[in-house]
């Protein structure tokens, strides 16, 4: 049996916050009860409904679909930092109950997420920035944590760059000081967030395999969300499209270049345009 990082089943979803302010016109209501006239309106907006995913181990997906799908709310679940209304989900083979789904307990099972802005703290330096959830974590000695931090700068080739801030490196370089960050914490299972979003094709060429020889070295799953899908001919990996509150089957660049599927067409016609 083929062992997984990642099943996801029936997922569901919910934006539930005090969104807007609705102004209450019955005078009578505001005599009886004395208050202001404005009440907090409960908005709840339904993002994932019905997802399913498995990725296995040492597997790369990518996700793809349109801006506002809700991508990036479901790698904020994956990675705890969001609570599912319903579904259940399995990581490295353990279910996880919605009611135990938290940051602390997925990430305690090697979850890392590379944010789409990268979130590097502006005033420290790049090897603090990388090192700050090693210490949080307490995960190991001073020195140790200091071999991870240099190790994951040489995987990611930024190393000369340890002691900048991050405001005096180029957006390429900040894109691989949050990933050597993630890196860093030896993560079994790494998401990414737009990646590749914002570099030029040089720094686009040169990320793309380094992320793929870290995938190698370690047998570590990622999941990439991206608008990018010319990285999944590259990486060789399976795309999922996110649509209508829900995921596709996974399938490969070359069928979903073919494929007649409106999402497909729609999503592949810029690419097309280009060859
Ligand atoms: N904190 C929030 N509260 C309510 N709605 C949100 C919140 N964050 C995002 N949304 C909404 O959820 C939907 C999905 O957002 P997002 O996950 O950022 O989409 P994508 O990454 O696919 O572009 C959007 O309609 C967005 O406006
Ligand atoms: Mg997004």
């Known amino acids: ?23 209450v016109r019955s005078q009578s209501f505001l005599n009886w009860s004395g208050l202001s006239g ?47 209304t319903s579904g259940t989900l399995y990581y490295f083979g353990e279910h996880i109950p919605i009611e135990r789904h938290d940051a602390l307990e997925i990430a305690s099972r090697q979850v ?19 090192a700050l959830p090693l210490r949080y974590h307490g995960m190991g000695t001073e020195a140790e944590i200091e071999d991870k931090v240099n190790m994951a700068l040489d995987l990611m080739r930024v190393r000369h760059e340890a002691d900048l801030f991050p405001h005096m490196l180029s957006t390429g370089m900040q894109k691989r000081v949050a ?10 299972l790494l998401l990414m967030d737009e990646p590749t979003s914002g570099l030029d094709n040089y720094n686009r060429r ?6 793929d020889n870290m995938r190698k070295l370690f047998n570590t799953s990622i999941i990439i969300v991206t608008h990018d899908l010319l990285i999944a001919k590259e990486l060789g990996c399976n795309i999922v ?24 067409e729609e999503l592949f016609r810029d ?4 060859e």
């Open 1 to 23: 049996m083929i062992e997984m990082a990642l099943v996801i089943k029936d997922l569901h979803f919910s934006y539930s916050e005090m969104m807007s302010r609705r102004r």
């Open 38 to 84: 404005v009440v907090l309106e409960d908005n709840r907006k339904e993002i994932l409904s019905g997802v399913n995913l498995s990725v296995k181990l040492g597997e790369t997906i990518c996700i793809g679909g349109a801006s506002g799908q809700g991508k990036s709310a479901f790698l904020r679940i994956i990675a705890g930092l969001a609570k599912p």
């Open 112 to 130: 890392g997420l590379v944010f789409q802005n990268g979130a590097l703290i502006s005033n420290l330096r790049v090897r603090d920035n990388v």
């Open 179 to 188: 990933i050597a960050r993630s890196w860093a914490m030896d993560p079994k």
């Open 206 to 211: 040169n990320l793309l395999p380094l992320i």
């Open 241 to 264: 499209f996110l649509q209508n509150k829900t995921l596709t089957e996974p399938h490969s660049f070359d069928y979903w270049q073919k494929s007649n599927e409106p999402i497909a």
């Open 271 to 274: 690419l097309q345009a280009k």
